[in-house]
């Protein structure tokens, strides 16, 4: 079975504060995903990677950045956290096109207070 | 832009009642469609995909076929279980991105 795991499943940071969520995935996938999950909203697209090193702007990347230094690792960070972004953070990966169906974490409920 | 709309939650059903949750999409070109399930405290899990028009994903009892003529791709199940109880998401992959509906939350009583 693919696993993707999630540093923290609960996370409660203040406001300024530099936050990094880590994702870990086993099954060698090339592509990696952030979303965020807000209620009514559903997942919305912050950053994606294909390769090791290699990472492009979802439709939200603001306030965020992202790094990938090995193929199992996706790191999103957090600048300067602010309050709107608490939020649910999930994180997913893939393999071979990016159509293809993506293998979920049980994602990290992030408080900014 | 490429757009998923799917119905508006909760919905609350019986066991062994039937269900559908109504998804349709907008896209440029010819994308694959998707059901996802979220069952609490859990991320996303894919129920069942469809990637080309008239094509019938099915897994677990649901079935959901993809209509290109009404852009569909309606979830159906015949006999819901209270273990179905979860936040059901249709989504849609084309060139480098999916695109996720809203989510439909579910609740089946016994």
């Known amino acids: 079975d693919v696993k993707v795991t999630q540093s923290s499943r609960y996370l409660v940071k203040r406001t300024g504060e530099k936050v990094f969520l880590e994702c870990v995935q086993d099954m060698d996938h090339e592509n990696m995903f952030w979303y965020r999950q807000d209620p009514g909203l559903g997942l919305r697209l912050i950053y994606f990677?294909?390769?090791?090193?290699?990472?492009e702007k979802g439709d939200i990347p603001e306030g965020y950045s992202v790094s990938r230094e090995k193929k199992e690792r996706f790191s999103l960070i957090l600048e300067s956290a602010s309050t709107n972004q608490t939020s649910m953070y999930l994180c997913?990966?893939?393999?071979?096109?990016?159509?293809?169906?993506?293998?979920f974490g049980p994602g990290t409920r992030l408080t900014v207070l | 832009g490429d757009s998923v709309t799917q119905m508006e939650g909760p919905v609350t059903l019986s066991e062994e009642a039937f269900l559908t949750i109504n998804c349709t999409y907008t896209a440029t070109g010819y994308p694959s469609l998707f059901w996802y399930v979220q069952y609490p405290g859990e991320g996303l899990q894919l129920l069942l995909k469809?990637?080309?028009?008239?094509d019938k994903g099915s897994n677990k009892g649901f079935e959901a076929t993809y209509r290109k003529e009404t852009t569909s791709f309606h979830l159906e199940k015949g006999s819901v279980q209270v273990s179905d109880s979860a936040v059901y998401f249709c989504a849609l992959s084309e060139g480098f991105k999916t695109i996720f509906g809203a989510g439909t939350r579910l609740f089946v009583k016994a």
């Open positions: 997913a990966s893939s393999v071979g096109t990016l159509t293809n169906e993506q293998f």
């Open positions: 990677s294909y390769d090791v090193k290699m990472k």
């Open positions: 469809a990637t080309k028009a008239d």
